[in-house]
């Protein structure tokens, strides 16, 4: 198993600013995933980032919104720029297993709200 | 491709009595099945799985789920609910066949253990 952190835990931001949100993992992993939770809504992947690549964006996120950065293998970080109200989530990184079928483990998430 | 439905956005039991929380899958090839747990202001914790072999899977904290390949289900049970068992339950699907890595997951489905 792995264990990840995340910072900020939660933030209340205003409109216009923007929040880098940081994730750390405490072994080596290839793939970090970076999810978005709406109020009331499922899990829904912004991105994949591998390190020493330019990470993968999901249809509808896209990189001057979303800039991430993995500068090794056991960390990474997610910025959600020029922020609006309905960028309020709760944002999640997430690693996966060695395998296909290993399952994914979830950071504590970050609780963004944006006046 | 593969999708997961989970059709209950909420279920209600009493504690002392079964519960169980309804997932169904679509995938090409075989599927690789998972469930999650998510706890209020807390990330998504791993409860169990199914890769092959023995269609019950037993997890954590006294829960299974049965595997039924011909009504493309992963149903989650367990056999006297608690109210601590009352969280946010997400369901996960990836094709084994290749394709994604990535899983798909479920809305959640919300459990209310009444005590």
């Known amino acids: 198993s792995a264990v990840i952190s995340q910072k900020p835990s939660r933030d209340i931001c205003q409109r216009g600013t923007s929040l880098t949100i940081q994730c750390q993992v405490d072994s080596q992993v290839t793939m970090m995933f970076w999810y978005r939770q709406q109020p009331g809504q499922s899990l829904t992947l912004i991105a994949t980032a591998n390190q020493g690549s330019e990470a993968t964006y999901e249809s509808g996120f896209v990189i001057d919104k979303f800039p991430i950065s993995r500068p090794n293998l056991t960390f990474s970080t997610l910025t959600v720029s020029n922020m609006s109200p309905e960028d309020s989530s709760i944002y999640l990184c997430?690693?996966?297993?060695?395998?296909?079928?290993?399952?994914?483990?979830f950071g504590p998430g970050t609780r963004l709200t944006v006046l | 491709a593969q999708s997961v439905a989970q059709p209950e956005d909420q279920v209600n039991v009493a504690e002392g009595n079964p519960l169980t929380v309804k997932c169904t899958y679509s995938?090409?090839?075989?599927?690789?099945l998972f469930w999650y747990v998510q706890y209020p202001n807390r990330g998504l914790q791993f409860l169990l799985k199914y890769i092959t072999g023995d269609n019950l899977v037993k997890g954590s904290y006294g829960f299974e789920a049965e595997f039924n390949k011909s009504q493309t289900s992963f149903h989650l049970k367990k056999p006297s609910a608690l109210v601590s068992d009352s969280a946010l339950y997400f369901c996960a699907v990836r094709d084994s066949s290749g394709g994604s890595y990535i899983p798909t997951f479920g809305r959640g489905t919300s459990l209310i253990v009444h005590p």
């Open positions: 995938v090409s090839g075989n599927p690789y």
């Open positions: 997430s690693v996966e297993g060695q395998f296909s079928y290993n399952e994914q483990f």
